[in-house]
T-cell receptor, first 115, second 114 residues
Framework: DTGVSQNPRHKITKRGQNVTFRCDPI?????LYWYRQTLGQGPEFLTY????????KSRLLSDRFSAERPKGSFSTLEIQRTEQGDSAMYLC?????????????FGNGTRLTVT | AQSVTQLDSQVPVFEEAPVELRCNYS??????LFWYVQYPNQGLQLLLK????STLVKGINGFEAEFNKSQTSFHLRKPSVHISDTAEYFC????????????WGAGTKLIIKP
């Protein structure tokens, strides 16, 4: 169990650029979640996948945001035409099964700074 | 809709003293309750959870929490803290009719004074 891995750890980009983050979940976990966390706040749910299917998207996820999980393994989160308000920590988590008997395992996050 | 309130943004406490971190929630449906911890430069990890059964829940690292339905609270306690408990602590709830949604509090920074 190598844990949930997120890359890059930090990303600085200029407003208007596109960015892509990657999450590698724990290998046998079929559920994968993306959250966003701003300073002084708890995480906010963005979206989740069961295997390769994206089952739920928050209304926080504007049309500039897209997430994929091809083949039900790693996932990518892309933000197009970044805005300063997108600056945040983007967290990925995975779990083995539905229900809360299987805990979420979080990665260390990708910190995005939009200048 | 659900919301979670962590009343204290920071709690300073001396080493070996007891601590209580407060969490209150609001929900129109029954919820599951969680406490997560985030150590500096690390990801969030589960401390403990309440799903059903006994309202006193024991977690890792000597922490425990008590679910109080009438007061809609889920306060976290530890009888004696160590310097290694320095971290940010997050309370979260999940509506029982959802198996994926977590609503989080803003977090409480626990600062241990030597």
């Amino acid at each position: 169990d190598t844990g949930v891995s997120q890359n890059p750890r930090h990303k600085i980009t200029k407003r208007g650029q596109n960015v892509t983050f990657r999450c590698d979940p724990i290998s046998e976990h079929n559920r994968l979640y993306w959250y966003r966390q701003t300073l002084g706040q708890g995480p906010e749910f963005l979206t989740y996948f069961q295997n390769e299917a994206q089952l739920e998207k928050s209304r926080l996820l504007s049309d500039r945001f897209s997430a994929e999980r091809p083949k039900g393994s790693f996932s990518t989160l892309e933000i197009q035409r970044t805005e300063q308000g997108d600056s945040a920590m983007y967290l990925c988590a995975s779990s083995l099964a539905p229900g809360w008997n299987s805990p979420l395992h979080f990665g260390n996050g990708t910190r995005l700074t939009v200048t | 809709a659900q919301s979670v309130t962590q009343l204290d943004s920071q709690v300073p406490v001396f080493e070996e003293a007891p601590v209580e971190l407060r969490c209150n929630y609001s929900s129109s449906v029954s919820v599951y309750l969680f406490w997560y911890v985030q150590y500096p430069n690390q990801g969030l990890q589960l401390l403990l959870k309440y799903l059903s059964g006994s309202t006193l829940v024991k977690g890792i690292n000597g922490f425990e929490a008590e679910f109080n339905k009438s007061q809609t609270s889920f306060h976290l306690r530890k009888p004696s803290v160590h310097i290694s408990d320095t971290a940010e602590y997050f309370c979260a709830v999940s509506p029982m009719d959802s198996n994926y949604q977590l609503i989080w509090g803003a977090g409480t920074k626990l600062i241990i004074k030597p």
